[in-house]
């Protein structure tokens, strides 16, 4: 069975530091591109950032360029997501998503594999 699992959420102040990660089970991330989503109850579900399968190549939404770091570690099976500077805007779930398509885009639909998500809060 194809599984995603996102960890590491959490809460924090603002100014302050998360890593999250995607670890996959029934199947390996090798293969794939992967992206990191967020969802909060006033938004749509929107991209943050994704990497190629070899990690290569990242994207970013501009809202999180310079904050956010996304990386892999394929002996791992995870990808992670550096978050820094974090902003009470940057409450929400964050998922992770898998790319069979292997590519770098941030639209929900390119993606054919979903985790769960882990709650973000940010706040004093």
């Known amino acids: 069975q194809v599984q995603l699992v996102e960890s590491g959420g959490g809460l924090v102040q603002p100014g302050g530091s998360l890593r999250l990660s995607c670890s996959a089970s029934?199947?390996?991330?090798?293969?794939?591109?992967i992206g990191w989503f967020r969802q909060s109850p006033w938004k749509v579900r929107e991209g943050v950032s994704c990497?190629?399968?070899?990690?290569?190549?990242?994207n970013y939404a501009d809202s999180v360029k310079g904050r956010f770091t996304i990386s892999r570690d394929n002996a791992k099976n995870t990808v992670y997501l550096q978050m820094n500077s974090l902003k009470p805007e940057d409450t929400a779930i964050y998922y992770c998503?898998?790319?069979?398509?292997?590519?770098?885009?941030?639209?929900?639909?390119?993606?054919?594999?979903w985790g769960q998500g882990t709650q973000v809060t940010v706040s004093s």
């Open positions: 990497i190629n399968s070899s990690g290569a190549l990242t």
């Open positions: 029934g199947f390996t991330l090798d293969y794939y591109s």
């Open positions: 998503a898998a790319d069979t398509g292997g590519g770098l885009g941030l639209d929900r639909d390119e993606y054919d594999y």
